[in-house]
Every structure is written in C-alpha cells, then in structure tokens.
C-alpha cells in the first residue's frame, strides 16, 4: 500500500551547483550525499516536511540520468511513492497492466528497496517504488 510521497528526482548536471543553490537561495540543508552504483548516479538530499528532494547527477555517459539530461534537460526526473511492501505493489500494479522498468526491487539511495515503472503506462511519468529497507536507516 502507497503510504506517502518519499520523495521527487531532480536532475541536475552539477550536483556542487545545485546543491549550492538549495542551499543558499531556498535555505534548505543538504541531508546527506551517496553514490548509487547500480543506477550510475551521485544523489543529495533535502528535506521539505515529509518529504525529500532528491538530487541525481550521473556518473557515466550511459547511465539513466545522463540519457534523461540529453533528451529534457535539467529538471524533475521521477515521483517516487513509499509503500510498506513493495513487492506486493508491484504485484498489483502488474495486475493493473502497468509495464514494470524492475521487476524485482534493486537498491537505491539511503538503503531503500526500489522499482521503476514504465512511464508508457503510468500517464507519462516516470514512478518509482520504495520501501525503507529494514537492515539499514533511512534518510
């Protein structure tokens, strides 16, 4: 079950620059950089209520985000939901003819288990699944 919004994935092609800007003009505090090998990308958090702002700067030419930048530029790359058993809703959206991206959960960013969706089947945006994963802290 889908328990709130985690967080949104911006795209930036500096991680330094951006991370300075929410900082200085927006006033928020970074909460933590991490490099995320399997998804080729270096990610900085921010806090905003409940909810956090993910910062993706890729690491390769060939890894999602670089792709993303090349074809829109900068800016919000994915939602992401946070649910209490991810792969019972990647079940039920599969039931739901959602195109899976992962069919099973990967790790991600703070520890979290996580599935993309095909964004050809969820109204054009980019979704992802999370679920905090039990062995580590969350951010």
Do not use: W
């Given at each position: 079950?889908?328990?709130?919004?985690?967080?949104?994935?911006?795209?930036?092609?500096?991680?330094?620059?951006?991370?300075?800007?929410?900082?200085?003009?927006?006033?928020?505090?970074?909460?933590?950089?991490?490099?995320?090998?399997?998804?080729?990308?270096?990610?900085?958090?921010f806090a905003v209520g409940e909810v956090h702002l993910e910062?993706?700067?890729?690491?390769?030419?060939?890894?999602?985000?670089?792709?993303?930048?090349?074809?829109?530029?900068?800016?919000?790359?994915?939602?992401?939901?946070?649910?209490?058993?991810?792969?019972?809703?990647?079940?039920?959206v599969k039931q739901a003819g959602?195109?899976?991206?992962?069919?099973?959960?990967?790790?991600?960013?703070?520890?979290?288990?996580?599935?993309?969706?095909?964004?050809?089947?969820?109204?054009?945006?980019?979704?992802?699944?999370?679920?905090?994963?039990?062995?580590?802290?969350?951010?």
């Amino acid at each position: 079950m889908i328990e709130q919004i985690d967080h949104l994935g911006i795209a930036v092609h500096r991680l330094d620059d951006a991370v300075e800007y929410y900082e200085k003009a927006l006033g928020l505090h970074c909460l933590g950089r991490e490099e995320v090998v399997s998804q080729k990308v270096n990610t900085a958090f921010f806090a905003v209520g409940e909810v956090h702002l993910e910062l993706l700067e890729p690491t390769s030419e060939d890894s999602p985000i670089a792709k993303f930048l090349k074809k829109h530029g900068p800016g919000i790359h994915h939602i992401a939901f946070r649910v209490d058993d991810i792969d019972g809703q990647l079940n039920t959206v599969k039931q739901a003819g959602v195109r899976l991206i992962h069919e099973v959960p990967i790790e991600g960013a703070g520890a979290k288990l996580v599935a993309f969706l095909d964004p050809k089947t969820t109204q054009g945006v980019l979704t992802e699944l999370c679920q905090a994963n039990r062995e580590r802290p969350r951010i």
